[in-house]
């Protein structure tokens, strides 16, 4: 089974930063896509950022538009541990952050860059990040 488990939330004031991280308990990390989402309150999950998660490609990235230029995505093979870096974090940006992952093989049968919630099979238990203003 695996589990992940994120830390790294907390409070920050508009302008700040955070660095969220997520540690997979699998044997080789390095098989598997990592992808970040985010629920505010009152809305649906959203794709923020994956890594390792299209055709193959280990250590590629990939940002929703909106986020582009301020969040960064990392992993850490020999650590079992992906990274979320946040900057000039908004309000909007309010939201629980959760970290999810899947075979990175699983890329090939969507034809694209898993940016969907059922294209993981595991997922944290989500972080809080309250961005005050």
């Known amino acids: 089974e695996v589990q992940l488990v994120e830390s790294g939330g907390g409070l920050v004031q508009a302008g700040g930063s955070l660095t969220l991280s997520c540690f997979v308990s699998?044997?080789?990390?390095?098989?598997?896509?990592i992808g970040w989402f985010r629920q505010a309150p009152g809305k649906e999950r959203e794709w923020v950022s994956c890594i390792s998660c299209f055709d193959g490609i280990k250590g590629r990235t990939y940002y929703a538009d909106s986020l582009k230029g301020r969040f960064t995505v990392s992993s850490d093979n020999a650590k079992n541990t992906a990274f979320l870096q946040m900057n000039s974090l908004t309000p909007e940006d309010t939201a629980v952050y959760y970290c999810?992952?899947?075979?990175?093989?699983?890329?090939?049968?969507?034809?694209?860059?898993?940016?969907?919630?059922?294209?993981?099979?595991?997922w944290g238990q989500g972080t809080q990040v309250t961005v005050s203003s």
């Open positions: 999810a992952a899947v075979l990175a093989s699983r890329s090939a049968l969507y034809g694209g860059p898993l940016l969907n919630l059922i294209e993981y099979d595991d």
């Open positions: 699998v044997f080789t990390f390095d098989d598997y896509a």
